[in-house]
């Protein structure tokens, strides 16, 4: 992400500064005012769902779904810890239903649950970036919405394929974290066994270093 | 699909009061952290948005789509829709701006109309996501995680793109 907005911002500024300068602060401004506005609707979104939410989790409902889903998420999320899951059960329902906005709190609360401190992303984090990236959804209403104002005389005959492409993509990715998930293990043991071959050394030289003194002396 | 919503609402309202809880003090308990949640969420939100709209109006978003578009041809993708392809993972605002314009300009039933609905329909805001996610931990080293992202939506898009029309 780093590295992707600094060379954005590098680029086009240098393009803006050559051709129209004057637009430079007026883009950013823009760019500001919208995540101004944006923020707004998502606050209020956050609002309506956090508080659904509070009452499905405190009436057990949310615990309910979560035994349902919990073949799916415990293959997909191995040894996390419960609570996890229940957030990222309502993160998977609300991306169904196509409601982004509901499932981006519980996401964020389903990672707060993973977090150890560390600064490295852990497998089970990848792998929830990844399925919310690749959004299974049943219903994208900003799109039929959007064609519905535009004249579409029938604005939701492109979600077969949609559905087929997110089934796809959602497949071919949890593939993928599987895969980076083996190969993350098998290069933390490697560390390992290197660590211990280490250790042994180390305690060899620890072993021999008295001797040595003694010869000095 | 329009029952569901109100239907699930009303289903949960009553169950908790059948359950003997309070839905009122409860939706309160839980919207409270609304506010919260965005003091932390907002500046990843302002920093990516800006960068993201010198991006578009600079023009480099649409030189980039023209390079790039030769590539989207091979895979079966219209060249029309590499800008929104680009601008897609970076911002839900600013690629719908692209999405209005293809509409506007191809028109919303048009071959390239409904494949760029496929796409916008079954993609994320990826580099968005990923930084509001992490807003509340010390992750900074994501690993493979934004690239799997992309290259699976990106098959996906390729499929999906493939399949409108056909159907």
Sequence with gaps: MKIVWTLMMVVSIVTLLILNPQNTVVAMTRGANDAVRLSMTLVALYALWLGFFQILEKTGIANFLAKILSPIVKFLFPKSKKETRQYITLNMSANLLGLGGAATPMAIKAVGTMDTGSTRASINMIMLLVISSTSLQLMPMT?????ASHGSASPADFVPASIIATVVSTILGITLVKIYGLFLKKREKKKEELGKSE???????????PLSVFKRQ | MSYIIPLIFITVILLSVIRKQDPYSLFIQGSSSSLKLMMKVFPYLVTVMIAVEVFRISGVSGT????ISPAMNFVGIPAELTELILIRPLSGAGSLAVLENIFATYGADSDIG???????????TIFYISAVYFSQTKVKRLGFAIPIALISTFAGSIVGVFF????
């Design chain 2, 164 to 167: 409108v029309g056909i159907i």
């Design chain 1, 199 to 209: 250790l042994i050394i180390k305690e060899k030289t620890k072993k021999e270093l």
């Design chain 1, 143 to 147: 799109v039929i919405s959007l064609r």
């Design chain 2, 64 to 67: 980039v789509a023209g390079f």
């Design chain 2, 114 to 124: 409904r494949a760029a609905s496929v796409v916008y329909g079954s993609s994320e």
